[in-house]
């Protein structure tokens, strides 16, 4: 088991920042990819961007790409989601998940991990 807790959504003006944590706790954070998802009201959730188990590979929606990063620190079992130029459009509630173990990397289908946090909401005002 892994249990996951996301922090840092807030509420920000368009063109701000954010920076999101995904602490872990459970099994060895190590042997997990992790992804970040999202959902705003009324719409499926949508893929953000992962990350492989060694931080070695990193992949983004088209919509994000340029803008947000994603990192991890392994030895705070932590990963991260720094979000720049933030849009209106970037509202919704994020969700960090995670996929294993076993699996090096990360992947765009959120049916493809196996735990999730309870999300936290990012809102974005124009």
């Known amino acids: 088991q892994v249990q996951l807790v996301e922090s840092g959504g807030g509420l920000v003006q368009a063109g701000g920042s954010l920076r999101l944590s995904c602490a872990a706790s459970?099994?060895?954070?190590?042997?997990?990819?992790m992804g970040w998802f999202r959902q705003a009201p009324g719409k499926e959730r949508e893929f953000v961007a992962a990350m492989s188990w060694s931080g070695g590979r990193s992949y983004y929606a088209d919509s994000v790409k340029g803008r947000f990063t994603i990192s991890r620190d392994n030895a705070k079992s932590t990963v991260y989601l720094q979000m720049n130029s933030l849009k209106p459009e970037d509202t919704a509630v994020y969700y960090c998940a995670a996929r294993g173990p076993g699996y090096y990397s990360g992947s765009y289908d959120y049916h493809d991990y196996n735990y999730w946090g309870q999300g936290t909401q990012v809102t974005v005002s124009s």
């Open positions: 459970g099994r060895t954070f190590g042997v997990y990819a």
